[in-house]
């Protein structure tokens, strides 16, 4: 897994590097298994303040680009502190990379269970071409 960290706007402290790395990892239980298979994981993670003379509201952004064998997912926050922002991104990246996990299981799911019908000889359709 590659893991590229970029400051916008800020200076990136030790603290703040480490947190967004463990924030990653933290997603690295979904992606090591895509790993395992020979897949390729590209995280981008930009940190920074929205503007330099912003004194209150939502003045910390965060965006993260993961590219997982050419699929991307994406996700950004706008938040008062910084390492709630890191959380929310975080957090949306999980739904939406588990999310997909489900989908292509279902999906996979789906078609075993039509071709045991087709086998048993309880169904005619065929589920390659959709046709009974």
Do not use: W
Request: aromatic letters at 8%; proline letters at 1%; hydrophobic letters at 30%.
């Amino acid at each position: 897994m590659q893991i590229n960290l970029f400051g916008k706007n800020i200076d990136l402290t030790e603290a703040i590097k480490d947190y967004v790395l463990k924030r990653v990892t933290n997603l690295g239980k979904l992606l090591s298994t895509i790993e395992e298979r020979g897949g390729k994981v590209m995280v981008n993670f930009e940190v920074g303040k929205s503007t330099k003379h912003h004194k209150s509201g939502e003045v910390f952004h965060t965006d993260c680009l993961i590219k997982i064998d050419g699929k991307e997912f994406y996700g950004s926050a706008d938040k008062e502190d910084l390492y709630e922002a890191i959380d929310a991104v975080k957090d949306s990246l999980y739904n939406e990379i588990n999310k997909n996990k489900d989908r292509t299981q279902t999906l996979f799911h789906r078609g075993a269970r039509s071709i045991k019908k087709m086998m048993k000889g309880l169904s005619r359709r065929n589920p390659f071409t959709s046709k009974y």
